[in-house]
C-alpha cells in the first residue's frame, strides 16, 4: 500500500492530493500567475496547508491547442521553482514534462517524480527517467496537444487506453525502469471528447484491473464544463471538480491532481471516513 517516491512514502491506503502548480504564462485556468519563483513558493506553502502531499510543476503548457515551448525556455521556468520547492518545504515535488532534459536537471534539482503527458515517448525520454532513478506516471494521450481534440475517435475506448498504457508498460519496464515505479494516468481530456471522458470515468476501475496505481486530473476540465452551464470559466468548475475526483477515489484513484486543493482535501475527507467505514 506505499509508493517510494525517492526518499520518501506516499500511502496508497487512501487518495492522495497533488497540488498543480502551472509556472507557465498559458495554462487554461491558472496561465501566468505562478511563473516566479517566489509567487510559486508562497502558493505551494499555501497547497501544502490545505493537504496537498505532492506539488506537480509544469513548465510547458499542454492545454489542447497548446504550441510546445524550446527546452530552454522550459529549464528556466521549472528548475528554478523545483529547487526552491526542494530547499524550503517538506513535500514531494512533481515535474510535469516529456522533455529528456527537463526530466534530468529535475531529477538534479530534487524532484521526485516524472509526470509525463506522453508516457516517455519522447526520443531519450525513457533512459532519462533510468538515470535519474525516478518514478514515473504514464499517462494516455491520442496525438498531440496541438491537435488531439480534433474529432477524436476510438473503436473501443476502454480497450485503446488499457493496450497503449500496457504497451508502454511493457516498453519503460523492458528499458530499467522497475514495475514498482510506476503509476498510470488515463489522461481525461486528452484526445477525448465529453462520452469518452464521462465513459472513462464510470469504468475507471478498468485502469485498476492492469495492476498499478491510478493518477487521475479531471480538475476543472472541459469535461466539468460540458455538463454545467455553457460558459462557465474554469475557476467555477470546482464543485464539479470535486465530485468528480470523488468518483475517481472511491473507484480506487490514490493520486488525485487538484486546482483548489482546499476544496479537494475537503471532499478526500468524506471519502476517507466512507473507505474505512465511518472510523473517523
Request: charged residues 25%.
Amino acid at each position: 500500500m506505499n509508493f517510494r517516491l525517492r526518499n520518501r512514502t506516499l500511502d496508497l491506503s487512501q487518495p492522495n492530493i497533488m497540488g498543480i502548480l502551472n509556472v507557465t504564462p498559458d495554462s487554461f485556468s491558472d496561465g501566468g500567475l505562478f511563473d516566479r519563483p517566489e509567487r510559486a513558493l508562497r502558493h505551494c506553502e499555501q497547497m501544502i496547508r490545505d493537504g496537498a502531499v505532492i506539488i506537480d510543476v509544469g513548465g510547458e503548457s499542454t492545454r489542447p491547442g497548446a504550441s510546445p515551448v524550446s527546452t530552454e525556455e522550459e529549464l528556466e521556468r521549472v528548475v528554478p521553482v523545483v529547487e526552491r520547492i526542494s530547499a524550503c518545504l517538506d513535500v514531494a515535488v512533481s515535474v510535469d514534462t516529456s522533455n529528456p532534459q527537463v526530466i534530468r536537471e529535475a531529477a538534479a534539482a530534487g524532484a521526485h517524480l516524472i509526470n509525463d503527458v506522453r508516457a516517455l515517448r519522447r526520443n531519450g525520454a525513457v533512459e532519462a527517467v533510468v538515470e535519474a532513478g525516478l518514478p514515473v506516471c504514464l499517462m494516455h494521450m491520442r496525438g498531440e496537444p496541438g491537435h488531439m481534440q480534433d474529432k477524436p475517435y476510438y473503436d473501443d475506448l476502454m480497450q485503446d487506453v488499457r493496450h497503449f498504457l500496457q504497451e508502454r508498460i511493457d516498453v519503460v519496464t523492458a528499458a530499467g525502469v522497475p514495475a514498482d515505479q510506476i503509476i498510470l494516468d488515463p489522461g481525461f481530456g486528452f484526445g477525448k471528447n465529453l462520452v469518452h471522458n464521462y465513459t472513462l470515468l464510470n469504468r475507471l476501475r478498468q485502469i485498476l484491473d492492469l495492476g498499478y496505481p491510478v493518477l487521475t486530473g479531471l480538475s476543472r476540465k472541459r469535461m466539468i464544463a460540458g455538463v454545467l452551464e455553457e460558459g462557465t470559466d474554469a475557476v467555477d468548475r470546482d464543485g464539479g471538480s470535486a465530485a468528480a475526483a470523488v468518483i475517481c477515489a472511491m473507484n480506487g484513484a490514490r493520486i488525485i491532481r487538484a486546482h483548489n486543493v482546499r476544496a479537494t482535501w475537503e471532499a478526500m475527507q468524506v471519502v476517507r471516513a466512507t473507505l474505512e467505514e465511518g472510523h473517523v
